[in-house]
Nanobody
Framework: VQLQASGGGLVQAGGSLRLSCAASGGTFSGYNVGWFRQAPGKEREFVVGIRWTGNTISYVDSLKGRFTISRDSTKSTVYLQMNNLRPEDTAVYYC????????????????????WGPGTLVTVSS
């Protein structure tokens, strides 16, 4: 499966964006999906992940309440709703897919994921 993230852009602090991760060559059915981000000069970090069943979600504590992951009923697109954005949220955001054998505690580990999209840039101005 190939992944394509979209929806990034420039937004003022306090604004919102919704990122989309579309699957092609297959669907997300049977895949866990995660969002990661990488800010300039920093390592890639986990943002949020959703298990293939759709009913278990792992968030980074600092982002809980501002960021929400969801997947559509056809399981071909996963969304990341980002509210109350801050300048420190500026980064390239990546979506990735991991096989369903990956358990909840492994969702935050980049090596759990087999498929990665090219990323979409989010810039938050102060």
């Amino acid at each position: 499966v190939q992944l394509q993230a979209s929806g990034g852009g420039l937004v003022q602090a306090g604004g919102s964006l919704r990122l989309s991760c579309a699957a092609s060559g297959g669907t997300f059915s049977g895949y866990n999906v995660g969002w990661f981000r990488q800010a300039p000069g920093k390592e890639r970090e986990f943002v949020v992940g959703i298990r293939w069943t759709g009913n278990t979600i792992s968030y980074v504590d600092s982002l809980k309440g501002r960021f929400t992951i969801s997947r559509d009923s056809t399981k071909s697109t996963v969304y990341l709703q980002m509210n109350n954005l801050r300048p420190e949220d500026t980064a390239v955001y990546y979506c990735a897919a991991a096989p369903k054998r990956i358990i909840y505690s492994q969702l935050g580990v980049p090596s759990s994921y087999e498929h990665w999209g090219p990323g979409t840039l989010v810039t938050v101005s102060s």
